[in-house]
């Protein structure tokens, strides 16, 4: 049994809704380019969203500037995803959002004037810890109750619409607002840099010349709901979250296995978990990150779950950018559209098939099968992975 | 006693907090990413070519150029002494 | 959560009290003092070497505990892992930032690698060789509760024992922190880490049951929101033993502890709490139930009910 999907929201470097993103998606358009709000920062590109605080913030309402980005992304997309729904004493709403940086951006303008000693303002501490991004979200919006935040480096997004069905199936909430939401820093930008993994070139996923990621922002958000909240909400599904894993690969603190073990169990685990067969599966939206060792060890998971009959995948982080915690949320988004519009997104800058797996993604847009189950998948650091299954609501 | 090489194994057990570690225990030519030697791993092979630039100046912009250069502190020392000759 | 019954079969704890490996510390814990320091075990017989040089404090505190518990109950392996955190790796988070901000050239990526969240978590699945679900929860003074309410999911979904706990880890810059923005703690800042085995069968190994666990953000009346997680539990506050709260104290309950002062203030304190309410269950006999009220930030409720097993 699965769980209802009644409402979505996005922002990211390809658009600051679910239509513009959509809209870049089909016209192929990446978000990934020079940065132009984050400044003082050595990558020289990223898919920024494109909007500054200042921004974000009057579009919101959001008086304080005691907000992080990450808050604002979230909110924006949350905003979105909760569309006209009201407040309600009988359902019980919850919240789960998905960070992994939380207010970092607000936190190194703090540590750069505390080391310099150039009057740090402490204020803008209150915003750093991640259950803060989460419940400024959750005051905006007026949900009270159930609030939760995930952070398991790239796979948190994923791991929130993953928990918020389960606590809808256990009967512990009627409605909860899921997603992820992460802001390009500095931090990231020089930590993916000190792990050499991030290219200065624009990323080129599953390609045998890959040479590793360029780093995204944004967020996802998606509103489920069980049975009693739709009787009362009267909202039609738009599809289902209907299958969902999360596994440990347990071979090293970065590096994926060279077997994939924790993503073919988290794949495998999640389409059994979802009742269809492997050949239902009509897309893979796949992690790749663009890095050698992840679109390697993804491959090699594909090819020991579905043997020589992998369904037409692809990376859509060429678009974005890898927006860490907010990927598998944003993902989720589009594989929900990819229902939705009948579409296979192409995986942007590839040309040569990986040697050692041989596999080639979907380069060019497809508009012409029907897309009815979609897997999605979010693997990351501490070899925590995580697939979801999203199927055509009947 | 060669210098650099002596040199080159405080840095490592610095870099690398290799703790239980001295300077004896390392033979020039242990291989630091076996098993049987060190046992490192790939996120030492990164703070290795820290190392390199940090106290040698050196850099290596490509990590698989430092599988050759990282078998042990007679490759390292090898490595190090080619650069600054070319 | 009126389902099956829940039992905590193994519990262990790192904190700046007598608490590792010392079964029944509950009966003669006094207040922690501002001049207690952290309380480490002999690491190394714990933790491999080659994993061990790396780790901060958070991270070796954790491993440990968990270790200790899988130990102590017996088991082989836990069918997840589930972590919860107030405020992550700080001491590696800071290291990270610190050089992001002052090195020129080329950056050491450890202290990056260990700052997420979920380091504890992965290198608790890394050490014990562990595939299964693997969460990081991070709710401020409410992560402990959140991951102890995914793990009650997962025996609910038909695991048997969960590995759970939660961990923060005190850095200096803290304490100017607090100081800075005037907020009044009460008590010294520490370290701490608890983690639990949590399974769905009452076995010999048994300390408490695990009655039931709520979950509150943005609360509006905390008194209202006790009495009725009591009332759907068959309890008023006239019948709980013990309540060791963070906050306030339960009116009409027969006894109040402040948690807070045994073990100094961290985001995930309610941990220690938990352990000790364990602890004291096995200890004392006249002890039937005790409530964990959390109100460490006002505006977040945490409600933990542990009652006794008969033997």
Same mark, same amino acid.
């Given at each position: ?50 909007? &500054? ?101 790239? &796979? ?64 996802? !958000? ?59 599966? &009509? ?29 037409? !995948? ?71 992975? &995580? ?8 | ?8 194994? /405080? ?11 001295? *300077? ?25 070519? *820290?190392?390199?630039? /940090? ?26 002494? /080619?650069? /600054?000759?070319? | ?311």
């Amino acid at each position: 049994m699965g769980v209802s999907i009644t409402g979505i929201g996005v922002v990211s470097a390809i658009g600051m809704s679910v239509e513009e993103n959509l809209r870049s998606l089909r016209e192929s358009k990446s978000g990934i380019g020079p940065l132009h709000y984050l400044q003082g920062t050595k990558a020289s590109r990223a898919g920024e969203v494109k909007a &500054s605080n200042d921004d974000l913030r009057r579009a919101l309402g959001v008086s304080t500037e005691y907000v992080s980005r990450t808050s604002l992304l979230g909110l924006q997309a949350a905003r979105e995803a909760w569309g006209d729904n009201k407040r309600s004493g009988v359902i019980r709403t919850g919240l789960i959002s998905a960070t992994s940086v939380g207010g970092m951006d607000r936190s190194e303008v703090f540590y750069k004037d505390y080391l310099s000693q150039n009057k740090p303002d402490y204020q803008l501490l209150t915003t750093h810890d991640s259950g803060s991004t989460t419940e400024r979200i959750a005051r905006e919006l007026g949900i009270t109750g159930y609030i939760n935040t995930l952070s398991t480096a790239c &796979s948190s997004g994923a791991n929130a619409i993953m928990l918020g069905a389960r606590l809808i199936l256990q009967g512990t909430l009627d409605r909860v607002l899921v997603g992820g939401t992460d802001a390009l820093s500095g931090f990231t930008i020089d930590g993916f840099r000190s792990l050499m993994i991030y290219d200065e070139q624009w990323c080129r996923p599953f390609d045998e010349s890959r040479a590793g990621l360029n780093l995204g922002e944004g967020a996802g !958000f998606l509103l489920l709901e069980g049975e009693k909240s739709l009787e009362l909400t009267g909202n039609v599904p738009v599809c289902q979250v209907s299958g969902w894993a999360n596994a440990a690969d347990a071979y090293h603190q970065t590096a994926s296995s060279p077997d994939g073990k924790g993503a073919t169990l988290a794949i495998e685990n999640a389409i059994r978990r979802a009742g269809i067969g492997l050949g239902d599966i &009509s897309y893979v939206n796949a992690h790749g990150t663009g890095t050698k060792n992840n679109d390697h060890s993804e491959s090699v998971a594909l090819k020991n779950v579905f043997g020589d009959h992998i369904p037409p !995948f692809s990376s859509t982080k060429a678009f974005t950018g890898h927006t860490l915690a907010a990927a598998g949320a944003i993902e989720a988004v589009f594989s929900v559209l990819a229902i939705q519009q009948n579409l296979i997104y192409p995986n942007l800058n590839y040309q040569t098939p990986i040697a050692e797996t041989g596999l080639a993604p979907v380069a060019q847009l497809n508009t012409a099968v029907p897309v009815n189950a979609v897997l999605s998948n979010s693997f990351g650091f501490g070899g925590n992975n &995580s697939s979801l299954v999203f199927t055509r609501y009947e | 006693m060669d210098s650099l090489k002596e040199d080159l194994k /405080k840095q490592i057990i610095e870099q690398l907090n290799l703790e239980d570690l001295t *300077v004896a225990d390392i033979a020039d030519d242990a291989l630091l990413f076996n098993d049987q030697g060190l046992g490192l791993d790939s996120i030492d092979a990164l703070e290795l070519i *820290v190392l390199l630039e /940090k106290y040698h100046g050196i850099q290596l912009v490509n990590p698989e150029e430092g599988k050759e250069a990282f078998k042990s502190v007679d490759t390292m020392a090898a490595y190090i002494r /080619k650069r /600054k000759a070319a | 959560m009126n389902k099956t019954a829940l039992y905590i079969t193994a519990a262990s704890t790192v904190s700046h009290q007598p608490t590792f490996g010392n079964a029944g510390f509950s009966a003669a814990l006094g207040p922690v003092g501002a001049d207690h320091a952290l309380i480490s075990p002999d690491y190394k017989a714990y933790i491999e070497a080659g994993l061990l040089r790396r780790m901060s404090k958070i991270l070796r505190m954790s491993v440990a505990c968990s270790k200790e518990c899988i130990a102590q109950a017996g088991i082989g392996q836990p069918d997840a892992i589930v972590v919860g955190t107030g405020l992550g790796c700080l001491q590696d988070t800071e290291k990270f930032l610190n050089t992001s901000l002052t090195v020129e050239g080329l950056l050491p990526p450890t202290s990056f690698i260990q700052s997420t969240h979920n380091t504890m978590a992965g290198q608790i699945s890394l050490s014990i060789g562990n595939h299964g679900y693997n969460m990081t929860h991070t709710q401020n003074t409410l992560s402990f509760e959140h991951a102890l309410l995914d793990a009650s999911l997962l025996l609910h979904e038909g695991d048997r024992n969960v590995l759970v706990g939660a961990a923060d880890e005190h850095i200096d810059i803290l304490d100017d922190i607090t100081g800075q923005l005037a907020f009044e703690t009460g008590a010294a800042l520490t370290s701490g880490a608890s983690f639990f085995i949590l399974s769905s069968e009452n076995t010999a190994y048994t300390m408490a049951e695990l009655a039931d666990v709520h979950v509150v953000g943005g609360v509006a009346g905390i008194q209202e929101e006790t009495d009725a997680f009591l009332g759907r539990n068959g309890l008023a506050t006239k019948d709980v033993d013990l309540v060791l709260f963070a906050g306030n104290p339960v009116d009409g309950a027969l006894k109040n502890v402040p948690y807070l002062a045994l073990s100094g203030v961290y985001a995930t304190a309610s941990a220690f709490a938990l352990h000790y309410a364990a602890d004291l269950l096995q200890a004392d006999r006249g002890v039937r139930n005790v409530l964990i009220c959390n109100a460490l930030r006002e505006s977040n409720l945490g409600l933990t009910l542990l009652r006794t097993v008969e033997a």
